[in-house]
């Protein structure tokens, strides 16, 4: 995805651009009514002033004005004028609809001010002036296919020009790569050993797989975003997280077909998925309290999330013995089993919150640090809380890696940030523990074809793949993702989204981002990531609209 020079682009209506002329006081405004008799009268209209040329009644300047007085008109407009005391108000309302491969069509409120008239809307693009429209709509053409521009509009009076609206961000449809390329390498310890294995990307066979964990990830960022509002992270690393788990925890994710319904299909996943082992994510305590340490769940463990009760293969009454039974089949499922890591995940930051708080409390040993650490995060943009929840989660919270990513979060700063996400970190570190979120990095700087270390921590090379992640594609995903989550008030009997609730989501989101349905975008390139991300952040968000509920959403009741 790129942007190109505003030179390609046509507005297809037509560009009202005049000399400037300095504006004067405005003489009396043109009456139907009045009789103009001497020549040399002058009135005014819509910020413009005209001078009659011979008696005249009825005949608006507007419509009967030539450029000299011989021009055979009975006016003559000699210039413009204001009554404006300033630049007029910023539009509202900037939106983009009917977006194809070349096209969009930009539309905003129209803009009134009190005695002053507006005369037209200066649009721009990648914020640049491409012209000047006199309503409040543009079509736009010759655009790129699969490109993503920013626009936005100021309104024009006779004073000046107001304040731009916030940009919005249009994404053309078609283009883009036709086809996965690349390798993902994977199951290694950086600076200590090769990948034993890798994802050969090309002929799309891992595409779904890949779809199904980001909108995973993004609802993993959409929990956060959800229950710690303002708190800040690297959304490329969080998000990647449910997949770089995949691809750390399971044995032999290279072997997926997209054919099959399984994350694992080897026959080594019976080794994964038995008793107590949470499958290829390898979620070993998702019958436990993680606050309370028990099986009985009192509200933080998987069973208690609303959205994954229904479809979690055991119930309330059964989840205290869960951990002598196989993992619930559910857990193997391409669609529905990143959703568990991706809650499972979220919930240990609740936890990290709240164990030892309250009656009969202790101090924890990741405490105040961590809490400091999100407070820091609010204004530490790009920061490494993605690093603390997967140590939480591989090492678990008392192994002290939380506690020591907690006390550098709470005093970080940017170059602190450059310092942790730096591979120095672990580079022959044989502690699986500390490499763990550095591999999670590794992975997902493949993806994302971001510099990954070679012979050396800084000797770098970068990757050239691409991950086709065409809307129709997604559509479908999304559909089957949706239609294994459950939504319930937290007392009445919880149900499956339908498919049409998913559609009609989905549909909903690219209006809103304004990316063409028939958009193909590349997860490889940061640009259209963000634009993949925002479509599916508001898709999740307009299920929840939909049924009045949110995904954070927990009960102690069995639906």
Same mark, same amino acid.
């Given at each position: ?6 030179k ?19 003489p ?36 009967n ?5 011989g ?10 004028? +204001?009554?404006?005391? #300033? =630049? ?9 609809? /009917?977006?194809? @491969? !070349?096209?969009? &069509? ?36 010759n655009l ?13 009076? +006779?004073?000046?020009? #107001? =304040? ?9 449809? /078609?283009?883009? @790569? !036709?086809?996965? &390329? ?63 788990q ?13 054919a ?22 390898q ?37 205290a ?76 919270y ?10 550098i ?65 997604l ?81 102690t009741?069995?639906?």
């Amino acid at each position: 995805m790129h942007s190109i020079s505003p030179k390609s682009l046509v507005v297809s209506m037509a560009l009202v651009v005049s000399a400037p002329i300095t504006a004067q006081a405005c003489p009396a405004l043109w009456s139907a009514a009045t009789i103009y008799a001497a020549p040399g009268a002058q009135v005014s209209e819509n910020g413009l002033i005209y001078r009659n040329n011979w008696w005249t009644q009825g005949q608006d300047p507007a419509t009967n004005n030539g450029p000299y007085p011989g021009s055979g008109e009975p006016w003559t407009l000699i210039g413009s004028c +204001s009554s404006c005391a #300033s =630049a007029p108000p910023t539009p509202t309302g900037l939106a983009a609809s /009917g977006t194809t @491969s !070349s096209t969009t &069509t930009l539309s905003w409120s129209a803009v009134t001010v009190p005695v002053c008239t507006v005369t037209g809307y200066q649009v721009y693009q990648n914020g640049v002036s491409i012209g000047v429209v006199p309503g409040a709509s543009a079509a736009i053409s010759n655009l790129t296919a699969a490109t993503s521009y920013s626009f936005a509009v100021a309104a024009v009076d +006779s004073y000046g020009v #107001s =304040a731009r609206t916030q940009a919005i961000a249009v994404t053309t449809g /078609g283009g883009g @790569s !036709s086809q996965s &390329t690349g390798a993902i390498e994977f199951h290694l310890l950086l600076g200590a050993g090769s990948a034993q294995d890798s994802l050969t990307l090309k002929g799309g066979n891992y595409d779904d797989l890949i779809i199904s964990n980001t909108i995973a990830g993004v609802m993993y960022a959409h929990l956060v975003r959800e229950g710690y509002p303002g708190v800040q992270f690297n959304d490329d690393y969080l998000v990647g997280s449910i997949f770089g788990q995949l691809l750390q925890e399971n044995i032999e994710t290279q072997l997926y077909q997209a054919a099959s319904s399984l994350l694992d299909p080897s026959p080594l996943q019976q080794a994964v998925m038995g008793m107590g082992q949470g499958g290829p994510y390898q979620i070993n305590n998702y019958a436990v309290d993680l606050v309370s340490g028990t099986y009985t769940p009192q509200g933080h463990s998987l069973i208690n999330y609303v959205a994954i009760q229904k479809n979690i293969g055991f119930t309330m009454a059964d989840a205290a013995t869960q951990y002598a039974k196989p993992t619930p089949a559910s857990f193997n499922n391409k669609y529905y089993g990143p959703m568990l890591p991706a809650i499972f995940h979220y919930n240990d930051m609740v936890a990290l919150s709240i164990t030892g708080k309250g009656v009969g409390g202790w101090v924890t040993p990741w405490e105040p640090a961590y809490d400091n650490a999100l407070q820091n995060f609010i204004s530490l943009p790009n920061n490494f809380l993605d690093v603390i929840l997967n140590v939480a989660y591989n090492q678990g919270y008392y192994g002290g890696l939380v506690a020591n990513y907690s006390q550098i979060g709470a005093t970080a700063t940017a170059a602190t940030v450059a310092s942790i996400n730096s591979y120095n970190q672990v580079w022959g570190n044989q502690n699986s523990y500390a490499q763990y979120p550095y591999q999670v990095h590794y992975y997902l700087d493949q993806l994302y074809d971001n510099p990954v270390p070679t012979t050396g921590p800084t000797v770098m090379t970068t990757p050239q793949n691409h991950v086709v992640f065409g809307m129709t594609a997604l559509a479908q995903v999304f559909s089957l993702v949706a239609q294994t989550l459950s939504y319930s008030d937290g007392t009445t009997p919880a149900q499956f989204f339908t498919a049409g609730q998913a559609a009609a989501a989905f549909s909903a989101a690219l209006t809103k981002n304004a990316v063409a349905p028939t958009a193909t975008l590349d997860l490889s390139n940061a640009s259209s990531r963000a634009v993949i991300f925002a479509v599916i952040d508001t898709a999740l968000s307009s299920l929840e609209k939909a049924v009045g509920m949110q995904f954070n959403a927990t009960t102690t009741a069995q639906l």
